[in-house]
């Protein structure tokens, strides 16, 4: 059974930084794409920024130089590192990946990210 499992979030300060970590436990191939969607209060899941085995990255245009995403595929973690944070941020954070050999894709638990004005 695969699991993502993620780490960091918490509360800051509009302006300040946060780290989200994510790591795919079980028995599972080496991920495809792997990365991380967000859901705002109220709002849909979006779309934050992904990375693709290859080391293709895709980031929302609301985060665009302000998000960075790097990944370790031999590894299946991957970390979102957020700077300039913005109270429109906040939002659960979610986990995603799909697996090279596995069908469909797996979901985190979600990380509660809180930037106070």
């Known amino acids: 059974q695969v699991q993502l499992v993620e780490t960091g979030g918490g509360l800051v300060q509009a302006g300040g930084s946060l780290r989200l970590s994510c790591a795919a436990s079980g028995s599972v191939g080496r991920f495809n794409n792997m990365g991380w969607y967000r859901q705002p209060p109220g709002k849909q899941r979006e779309l934050v920024a992904t990375?693709?085995?290859?080391?293709?990255?895709k980031y929302a245009d609301s985060v665009k130089g302000r998000f960075a995403i790097s990944g370790d595929n031999a590894a299946n973690t991957v970390t979102l590192q957020m700077n300039s944070l913005k109270p429109e941020d906040t939002a659960v954070y979610f986990c995603?990946?799909?697996?090279?050999?596995?069908?469909?894709?797996?979901w985190g638990q979600g990380t509660q990210v809180t930037v106070s004005s």
């Open positions: 990375i693709s085995s290859g080391g293709y990255r």
């Open positions: 995603n990946a799909d697996f090279w050999g596995s069908f469909g894709s797996y």
